[in-house]
């Protein structure tokens, strides 16, 4: 069996953030780029299927579009344990442009892991999109995953509750919190063996943006927090109910 | 001149800082309280390759740069003194040792253990009297043929009780005075050796520390490591490179008090703004700032040496007085910073002071490292 | 030309984030001169259905299939295409939860159509039709245009609202004309967590985090809870400690939440914290340290031990409830 793992290339999730003067692009001055936080527990869980006793999967692959800078988020992905990376040399656009990038690496693959979003524009879209442009089964909302020989066992979220599904290859599963318990930190061996791992360039196919960012706004500063003190308990319920009316 | 970092290397460093703000930082003051050794953190750092760093893969190590090990033990050190202290001691002063100056079947048999961290090591040179001046050494080591009979006692060391391996210093030659003192790979479970009391330390109180005593200790002559006589030079050599391991070490714990000073300054609030815009305050931190920046550069210089070939000794000798003192000096305004919240355990600062405080007396005090720059000025 | 809005049920019924849905996409079929219409798959019977007419829309198609409950995103997403099809969709809108979110993308590749997901309110402009949604986890809006013909957007919970307006709703089913091999899930278990308030659903959220000291202190935070009829959550370093399930931790690696009233209890509100709280409209902040940044997030905060407090707060919900 062989695994495809969607990386995203995502500014740390502690960034602060801000736009260029005239609001229409991300400010990525001084930002430090991370492996997308699902990104990295998908790869994480691959790693725990590949590395069980008996397992079937034969390599893990891990693909981004993006240009030669996210390079370095590939290579950390290698050290993690990757057995190879596909960098499509494109700046990622919309989500159906990065879907369509994707889908022409992603066929042959037995299992294909994204994250639920990114945590920097929170489409929430490219696996989705990926699954049907490859004409395959898509499991979203996904915390936990085992292979059983073809077939592939899911645990995924439900509204209320949570499902077992078994699901043939091929698939995308999106996953979400709970797939793997934390990211795996990559050892110095495997820091040191990322560079001599394959990292194939692609080139992009001609694919129409169909959805563009104009501008962007922080969201309006809150007013200033109300204080009580610590006896005043009471008084403050009662002013969730007569002021701000929300009991 | 080129400043920038490797990719390689600045994976290291979020390996060792994602390690540390993730699992050191959990039971790190608990640790410290009941001067619990770190068993489950070593073997996690074992297996991620952070307990041979340097040591060529051919023996198991990692086969990594000296500056990768600066950044690591900076990241380490930020969160956890006590866990980095056990980790340098095994890198810098046992693995680096074995590696450089052992014989291929001493390696295969002892240093592939220690590299890849199944077992850890301690490198037994103080006596209750010589610290500082390892030339005075009583510790004997006398020649009975098949073996070398040991007897005398080790002071201060440092993984004593959880190590397996040890490297000793010893004399076999006394009227040879330094030049008749030898270096010895013995097994701690070897008969005749017994450990005193856990220390009860100010600081570093995770990490196990004891003095240990020889009593007719045989250790085969197929462990001694190199030729008799050797082993004076070998401490040397060695202690060149284990500066940087502890200068790095004092570097992190400055860093780190200068991170948490930093944010809560930026936090806490006085006389109706954050206290990191009172000038008192402000200035403060640009003074640490400043003296970590210097502590880092030392210490790089020094690695960087050590990576080229070059000699190293006074770099590192430099790296270690200075990166010690400021620790000193970086944590304790860490603490003023901090105020009342600085004096309390929860707070971390309190121990990272009490730490730093360590950085400059191990491994050669900040005066040993003065007479080692200041002689060579003179010579 | 219509918006069509998929109103998604669990076991049969619609649930708060399907209503707002139909709400919202009968807000824009207002604004752009459209017939709202909703698509329902699987059995839900006739009262539930009727219940749109509340939420202003026109009509309904409804697919009875029951084997649309196996939630096949694959086969939902072809559903609703010969759905959008049928009655000349120009705008379709999902709900942002769970099933949303895993068939709005393939619905948008099988329609060409451009996909804005996580909108928080109506289309600023039609032409060219802009809609603003949640980037950076709840830390920016972006304002973004679709340059397709069809467009599908999903809806950020409780970021419309629920907006009753009386409609003559006209029901009919419709056939998705789906066979056998469209669907490929085998359910093997369902798990339904039950007589809890649902995190996605609750309108008040009460939240602990490492202020609360342990687990063992968690009956307070659950006695107010069943007061308020609220929800319960926690924050990242409580659920990665064990104290409480995963599925509690809301943050911006957790679950994303936007409740009417949220209160963070030994919470300090680390930026990924607020990431996944900010879209609550009322937050209440209790902690110790006055510098903690959940107070900058906080409508109402008391500086001061949750332990003294929650006693407090849980008698006084009682008397309001009375």
């Given at each position: 069996m062989k695994i495809l793992v969607l990386i995203g290339n995502v500014p740390d999730?502690?960034?602060?953030?801000?736009?260029?003067?005239?609001?229409?692009?991300?400010?990525?001055?001084?930002?430090?780029?991370?492996?997308?936080?699902?990104?990295?527990?998908?790869?994480?869980?691959?790693?725990?299927?590949?590395?069980?006793?008996?397992?079937?999967?034969?390599?893990?692959?891990?693909?981004?579009?993006?240009?030669?800078?996210?390079?370095?988020?590939?290579r950390k992905a290698l050290a993690i344990g990757a057995d190879k990376a596909i960098r499509v040399d494109a700046d990622a656009q919309d989500a159906f442009y990065v879907a369509n990038q994707l889908a022409q690496i992603a066929g042959g693959f037995d299992l294909i892991f994204a994250g639920v979003e990114a945590s920097d524009y929170n489409g929430a879209a490219v696996g989705g999109m990926l699954a049907e442009l490859l004409g395959i089964?898509?499991?979203?909302?996904?915390?936990?995953?085992?292979?059983?020989?073809n077939s592939i066992k899911i645990t995924r979220e439900i509204e209320g509750g949570s499902q077992t599904v078994g699901v043939v290859t091929p698939v995308v599963a999106i996953v979400?919190?709970?797939?793997?318990?934390?990211?795996?930190?990559?050892?110095?061996?495997?820091?040191?063996?990322?560079?001599?791992?394959?990292?194939?360039?692609?080139?992009?196919?001609?694919?129409?943006?169909?959805?563009?960012?104009?501008?962007?706004?922080?969201?309006?500063?809150?007013?200033?927090?109300k204080k009580f003190t610590e006896e005043q308990g009471k008084e403050l319920i009662n002013a969730l109910r007569e002021e701000a009316k929300v009991l | 001149m080129n400043f920038e970092f490797s990719e390689e290397q600045l994976m290291i460093q979020q390996a060792a800082r994602d390690y540390a703000q993730r699992e050191l930082i959990k039971d790190v003051i608990q640790r410290d309280t009941t001067a619990t050794f770190p068993t489950h953190h070593i073997k996690a750092l074992a297996e991620l390759g952070f307990m041979g760093m340097m040591v060529n893969p051919a023996w198991d190590g990692g086969g990594l740069d000296t500056v990768s090990y600066v950044l690591a033990m900076e990241e380490l050190s930020k969160v956890d003194a006590s866990v980095s202290v056990v980790v340098s001691v095994n890198n810098s002063l046992v693995c680096y040792g074995l590696d450089k100056y052992a014989s291929a079947s001493q390696k295969e048999k002892y240093l592939k253990p220690l590299a890849s961290g199944k077992k850890i090591g301690a490198f037994l040179l103080s006596e209750p009297e010589a610290g500082s001046d390892a030339t005075s050494q009583r510790t004997t080591a006398e020649d009975?043929?098949?073996?070398?009979?040991?007897?005398?006692?080790?002071?201060?060391?440092?993984?004593?009780?959880?190590?397996?391996?040890?490297?000793?210093?010893?004399?076999?030659?006394p009227s040879k005075k330094h030049k008749g003192i030898t270096a010895f790979i013995v097994d701690k479970d070897s008969p005749g050796i017994s450990l005193g009391p856990h220390e009860d330390k100010m600081g570093m109180r995770s990490s196990d520390t004891h003095s240990v005593m020889f009593n007719d200790v045989k250790v085969p002559k197929e462990n001694r490591i190199g030729e008799e006589g050797f082993g004076f030079t070998f401490a040397m050599k060695v202690l060149e490179g284990g500066r940087i391991g502890i200068a790095s070490q004092a570097l992190g714990l400055a860093s780190g008090a200068l991170e948490r000073?930093?944010?809560?300054?930026?936090?806490?609030?006085?006389?109706?703004?954050?206290?990191?815009?009172?000038?008192?305050?402000?200035?403060?931190?640009?003074?640490?700032?400043?003296?970590?920046?210097?502590?880092?550069?030392?210490?790089?210089?020094?690695?960087?040496?050590?990576?080229?070939?070059?000699?190293?000794?006074?770099?590192?000798?430099?790296?270690?007085?200075?990166?010690?003192?400021?620790?000193?000096?970086?944590?304790?305004?860490?603490?003023?910073?901090?105020?009342?919240?600085?004096?309390?355990?929860?707070?971390?600062?309190?121990?990272?002071?009490?730490?730093?405080?360590?950085?400059?007396?191990?491994?050669?005090t900040s005066e040993v490292q003065k007479i080692i720059i200041s002689r060579d000025l003179v010579k | 030309?219509?918006?069509?809005?998929?109103?998604?049920?669990?076991?049969?019924?619609?649930?708060?984030?399907?209503?707002?849905?139909?709400?919202?996409?009968?807000?824009?079929?207002?604004?752009?001169?459209?017939?709202?219409?909703?698509?329902?798959?699987?059995?839900?019977?006739?009262?539930?259905?009727?219940?749109?007419?509340?939420?202003?829309?026109?009509?309904?198609?409804?697919s009875a299939?029951?084997?649309?409950?196996?939630?096949?995103?694959?086969?939902?997403?072809?559903?609703?295409?010969?759905?959008?099809?049928?009655?000349?969709?120009?705008?379709?809108?999902?709900?942002?939860?769970?099933?949303?979110?895993?068939?709005?993308?393939?619905?948008?590749?099988?329609?060409?159509?451009?996909?804005?997901?996580?909108?928080?309110?109506?289309?600023?402009?039609?032409?060219?039709?802009?809609?603003n949604k949640n980037v950076f986890t709840g830390k920016a809006v972006g304002h973004t245009t679709i340059h397709t013909p069809v467009k599908v957007l999903t809806l950020s919970y409780n970021s419309f609202g629920l907006v009753e307006k009386t409609t003559?709703?006209?029901?009919?089913?419709?056939?998705?004309?789906?066979?056998?091999?469209?669907?490929?899930?085998?359910?093997?278990?369902?798990?339904?967590?039950t007589g809890k308030i649902l995190l996605s659903e609750a309108e008040i959220v009460v939240a602990g985090g490492r202020g609360m000291k342990g687990p063992e202190n968690w009956s307070g935070i659950e006695e107010l809870a069943s007061v308020l009829g609220a929800g319960t959550a926690c924050s990242r370093p409580v659920s990665d400690e064990g104290w409480r399930p995963h599925g509690e931790h809301v943050g911006q690696t957790g679950k994303i939440i936007a409740p009417n009233l949220y209160f963070a209890l030994g919470i300090s509100g680390a930026i990924q914290h607020l990431g996944g709280v900010s879209g609550s409209k009322v937050i209440v902040a209790v902690n110790k340290d006055p510098d903690a940044p959940i107070f900058e997030a906080a409508d109402y905060g008391i500086v001061g031990d949750v332990m003294k407090v929650l006693p407090q707060f849980i008698e006084a919900a009682k008397e309001l409830k009375g």
């Open positions: 999730t502690t960034t602060k953030i801000k736009f260029n003067a005239d609001k229409t692009a991300f400010d990525a001055a001084g930002v430090q780029w991370i492996i997308n936080p699902w990104d990295e527990l998908a790869l994480t869980r691959a790693m725990e299927l590949k590395e069980a006793p008996g397992s079937s999967i034969e390599s893990i692959t891990v693909a981004n579009v993006g240009r030669q800078e996210t390079e370095a988020t590939l089964q898509s499991v979203s909302a996904v915390s936990g995953l085992l292979v059983e020989g979400q919190k709970g797939i793997a318990k934390e990211p795996r930190i990559p050892a110095m061996r495997g820091i040191m063996m990322a560079r001599s791992k394959p990292l194939e360039v692609v080139n992009p196919v001609a694919t129409e943006t169909r959805v563009s960012f104009v501008s962007f706004d922080l969201p309006p500063a809150k007013a200033n927090c | 009975k043929g098949d073996y070398y009979l040991v007897n005398g006692t080790k002071n201060w060391i440092t993984n004593a009780s959880s190590a397996s391996t040890y490297i000793l210093i010893a004399q076999t030659d000073a930093t944010a809560y300054a930026k936090e806490r609030k006085a006389f109706g703004t954050v206290i990191a815009n009172h000038q008192a305050i402000a200035f403060k931190l640009a003074d640490m700032a400043v003296k970590v920046e210097n502590a880092r550069n030392l210490c790089l210089k020094a690695a960087w040496l050590k990576d080229q070939g070059k000699p190293y000794g006074i770099a590192s000798a430099m790296a270690k007085q200075y990166a010690a003192d400021i620790a000193m000096e970086v944590t304790t305004e860490a603490v003023q910073i901090h105020g009342g919240y600085g004096y309390v355990r929860e707070y971390h600062v309190e121990r990272m002071m009490r730490e730093a405080k360590l950085t400059q007396i191990y491994e050669g | 030309m219509s918006v069509l809005i998929y109103v998604d049920n669990t076991d049969g019924k619609f649930k708060k984030a399907g209503f707002e849905a139909a709400s919202y996409g009968a807000a824009i079929a207002q604004q752009a001169g459209m017939k709202a219409v909703a698509v329902s798959l699987g059995k839900v019977d006739a009262a539930e259905l009727q219940k749109l007419a509340n939420y202003g829309i026109n009509n309904v198609m409804s299939d029951e084997r649309f409950a196996s939630m096949d995103n694959q086969a939902a997403a072809k559903a609703l295409a010969v759905a959008a099809i049928q009655c000349n969709a120009e705008i379709i809108v999902l709900a942002h939860n769970n099933l949303g979110k895993a068939i709005a993308p393939r619905l948008s590749v099988k329609l060409q159509a451009g996909l804005v997901t996580n909108v928080t309110g109506l289309p600023t402009s039609l032409s060219p039709f802009t809609v003559d709703l006209v029901v009919e089913s419709f056939d998705t004309g789906l066979g056998q091999a469209d669907f490929g899930l085998n359910v093997e278990q369902t798990q339904q967590v």
